[in-house]
């Protein structure tokens, strides 16, 4: 492994992060840089480093002994693995600088003169006393939306204007960069990288995403977060986001706002996506009237058992969700008809494709109550070892299904998203395991 005194920012995030003994640590998420007055060129402060247990730490530059294209070593020391919370002094690059104007005056450039121009990477370079700082920019020119994507062009720093924490701040950065490091990414993982930007790129990014993406990251967020981006997108996209989210995670979301609110948002929606959310806003949320999905799996009795399979495939679905089926009298939409009991997965494996699931019913299993409280809920659970659970109302009618992991979200405490319990150890020493 060499030892590299020049590189893009950019090229560093997904690096593999090593110890001294070649044990893995995580992967590269962000450089934190500290921009400076005038023309001194920013100083590299360290790595945001995520770890194979989501946690994101920070790590200091000078820790890093050894770079190359595939991995970044780290010096004999020791590092804290408490959570990375970014100071007012510190700027990431990828996070803040990548997509931001800038204005060129480099006289070996003219097709930038007076014109924006877009960053696209910042080059670092290693100083003889061992210091890190950003020598080089990589920019494109600020196109509009139809015109072809212009070539790159890197410039000393020297030559870059309108890149300080002010201008960071300002409205209209792009988010190309952001997407990319997003993409790929499981929601919730997206949710927590996305609660450590600052607002402005939250809600940058919000804008960005389509409403599929979204949904299924502000799913995720805290309560408070969960607001605060609904806030920001305004009346019309924030109809779209409830649409696109699940019933109940909307229902919990609306639940969060002042009622001529979430009443005026309601009845922007298309009928046959607020009808359900109505229902569930009528139930106390640690109920399993409230914490149930109106939009579980739904057969007829003369569905084949290939056919359930087929329905229970579906990749929109939770594993919780797609261990049960349930059968019922037409209408299928909730509230069914009545209900006639439920087929499991495991089940339904073991039969041939062509039987019909009314043969392989399972019509003894107990049913929630929509008022039945969380302990309730919790122990029929744990008595009947299920991950799933079919809500009837007193007519015998199938109103929903609470699954294990929306118990665990009302289990756990309101703020567990955000917690990062600190692990027993704080720190790794050279050739040392990794706690936490």
Not at 130 to 146: E, G, I, N, Q, Y
Not at 313 to 329: C, H, I, Q, Y
């Amino acid at each position: 492994m060499g030892q590299v005194s020049k590189v893009f920012a950019a090229r560093m995030v997904g690096l593999a992060v090593l110890g001294p003994d070649g044990e893995s640590i995580g992967r590269v998420r962000d450089v934190v840089i500290s921009l400076r007055l005038g023309a001194a060129p920013p100083r590299v402060l360290g790595l945001v480093v995520e770890m194979l247990t989501r946690r994101r730490i920070f790590v200091p530059i000078l820790r890093v002994t050894s770079m190359d294209i595939t991995s970044v070593t780290l010096a004999t020391g020791t590092v804290s693995l408490r959570q990375f919370n970014q100071r007012p002094s510190e700027t990431l690059v990828v996070a803040q600088v990548l997509d931001s104007k800038v204005q060129i005056r480099d006289p070996g450039i003219p097709e930038l003169a007076d014109v924006d121009a877009i960053v696209v990477d910042l080059g670092l370079e290693r100083t003889r006393s061992r210091d890190w700082m950003v020598a080089r920019v990589a920019v494109r020119r600020h196109r509009h939306r139809l015109a072809r994507r212009g070539a790159i062009h890197v410039t000393e720093w020297k030559n870059v204007q309108g890149l300080s924490q002010h201008s960071l701040t300002l409205p209209g950065q792009g988010t190309t960069q952001l997407l990319a490091q997003f993409e790929g990414m499981h929601p919730a993982d997206v949710a927590r990288a996305m609660r450590d930007l600052p607002d402005k790129r939250r809600h940058e990014l919000a804008d960005a995403f389509d409403d599929e993406r979204l949904a299924d990251v502000v799913q995720e967020l805290p309560a408070d977060d969960q607001t605060d981006v609904l806030t920001h997108l305004g009346e019309k996209r924030a109809v779209d986001l409830l649409e696109a989210m699940d019933p109940d995670d909307a229902a919990d979301l609306l639940g969060e706002l002042a009622a001529p609110e979430a009443e005026a948002l309601l009845r922007l929606m298309d009928p046959e996506d607020s009808e359900p959310v109505r229902r569930l806003l009528e139930h106390s949320p640690d109920t399993a009237g409230g914490m149930m999905t109106p939009k579980p799996v739904v057969l007829t009795p003369n569905t084949t058992v290939a056919e359930a399979l087929a329905r229970l495939r579906n990749p929109d679905l939770t594993p919780a969700l797609a261990s049960m089926a349930f059968v019922v009298r037409p209408p299928t939409a909730t509230p069914t008809g009545r209900y006639l009991g439920c087929v499991h997965l495991q089940g339904l494996l073991r039969e041939p494709p062509a039987e019909l699931v009314a043969g392989v019913l399972d019509a003894d299993l107990p049913r929630l109550d929509p008022a039945d409280t969380l302990a309730a809920v919790t122990r029929y659970f744990a008595t009947y070892n299920l991950v799933c659970g079919p809500v009837l109302d007193d007519q015998n009618h199938l109103l929903g299904a609470v699954s294990v992991d929306d118990v665990l979200d009302h289990l756990l405490p309101v703020d567990w998203r955000e917690r990062q319990d600190d692990p027993t150890v704080h720190e790794i020493k050279s050739g040392g395991a990794i706690n936490g």
